[in-house]
T-cell receptor, first 116, second 113 residues
């Protein structure tokens, strides 16, 4: 597709269940980011991928959170044993990794996670 | 001091007004700067990139002041559709050469009739 695609767009789950969120970046974009945003709050950085490797995982809130990227393309963010405080919109963004345009991110529409 | 700081607002202005937001950053070695716009319950979208002293695009002007370490966004002739949160983003140099953009918390603008 032309833009960043995320799925599911909405996910309601019960506390303690595992969830998997998917991001399909723009073709050719080697940099991929995951952020989350709680209602009325700013963006919280989670993890950054350059190709398939993640040089910066510093934003992952706990070891219940993990992410991978395969083939330099699709990424999945997995949250194990979800807690109510995990409820947020999870945003994925991609960009060209090099040069002045590295900061021009293209965001997906997000996955809204609600943990009951 | 936060790496990127913005006045959260809200800025409430009438249609047709000129409004300006400032954003300060702490890393003096930062080279690239961006303004993003985020509508309510939507994803952020790139509004402007600022690589040198400034950039202008129609009613929007971004200026960079390296000496004082701030960038500004000026919106002229405000429209109702300009109501949104404006995010300041800074790209400081990183060890290892990888990217980590620093997002400000955003400034909320509300344009009223």
């Amino acid at each position: 597709g032309a833009g960043v695609s995320q799925s599911p767009s909405n996910k309601v789950t019960e506390k303690g269940k595992d969830v998997e969120l998917r991001c399909d970046p723009i073709s050719g974009h080697t940099a991929l980011y995951w952020y989350r945003q709680s209602l009325g709050q700013g963006l919280e950085f989670l993890i950054y991928f350059q190709g398939n490797s993640a040089p910066d995982k510093s934003g992952l809130p706990s070891d219940r959170f993990s992410a991978e990227r395969t083939g330099g393309s699709v990424s999945t963010l997995t949250i194990q044993r979800t807690q109510q405080e995990d409820s947020a919109v999870y945003l994925c963004a991609s960009s060209l990794a090099r040069g002045a345009r590295a900061g021009e991110l293209f965001f997906g529409e997000g996955s809204r996670l609600t943990v009951l | 001091r936060k790496e990127v700081e913005q006045d959260p607002g809200p800025f409430n202005v009438p249609e047709g007004a000129t409004v300006a937001f400032n954003c300060t950053y702490s890393n003096s070695a930062s080279q690239s700067f961006f303004w993003y716009r985020q509508d309510c319950r939507k994803e952020p979208k790139l509004l402007m990139s600022v690589y040198s002293s400034g950039n202008e695009d129609g009613r929007f002007t971004a200026q960079l002041n390296r000496a004082s370490q701030y960038i500004s966004l000026l919106i002229r002739d405000s429209k109702l559709s300009d109501s949104a949160t404006y995010l300041c983003v800074v790209y400081p140099p990183q060890a290892g050469g990888y990217n980590k953009l620093i997002f400000g918390a955003g400034t909320r603008l509300a344009v009223h009739p």
